[in-house]
């Protein structure tokens, strides 16, 4: 018996994010440098994909790489606690409606309240 913790499917998950996105697979391989033929086969869960493709994927989608971690059963869900921090930093870097005036002040200020 494993006593590893079960995660949820990640192909499952990537297509509902990629829905939420409301990415067709070709753009999101257009987005990501990922083939098309091979994130069809990544969310049909014939593939798993390394934590570079998955780190693409989660840029390509705009969300945490460390939750597609989880989902690929890379990260335990309490490690990834640990990390939300930096998905705050991402975000805010990310953010294609801030300037570069503002995402330095944003995340000054977050340094601040985190004691950083």
Same mark, same amino acid.
């Given at each position: 018996?494993?006593?590893?913790?079960?995660?949820?499917?990640?192909?499952?998950?990537?297509?509902?994010?990629?829905?939420?996105?409301?990415?067709?697979?070709?753009?999101? =391989?257009?987005?990501?440098?990922?083939?098309?033929?091979?994130?069809?086969?990544?969310?049909?869960?014939?593939?798993?994909?390394?934590?570079?493709?998955?780190?693409?994927?989660?840029?390509?989608?705009?969300?945490?790489?460390?939750?597609?971690?989880?989902?690929?059963?890379?990260?335990?869900?309490?490690?990834?606690?640990?990390?939300?921090?930096?998905?705050?930093?991402? =975000?805010?870097? =990310?953010?294609?409606?801030?300037?570069?005036?503002?995402?330095?002040?944003?995340?000054?200020?977050? =340094?601040?309240?985190?004691?950083?």
């Amino acid at each position: 018996m494993s006593s590893k913790i079960p995660v949820p499917d990640l192909g499952g998950y990537l297509r509902e994010q990629r829905q939420a996105a409301e990415l067709s697979i070709r753009q999101l =391989a257009d987005r990501t440098g990922v083939s098309n033929p091979y994130l069809s086969q990544i969310e049909r869960g014939l593939k798993k994909p390394s934590a570079e493709i998955l780190q693409s994927l989660a840029k390509g989608l705009r969300i945490s790489a460390e939750q597609l971690y989880v989902h690929a059963g890379i990260l335990d869900a309490r490690d990834e606690e640990l990390t939300d921090g930096l998905d705050v930093r991402a =975000a805010i870097k =990310a953010d294609p409606r801030l300037t570069d005036q503002q995402r330095k002040a944003l995340l000054d200020v977050y =340094a601040s309240f985190v004691g950083e």
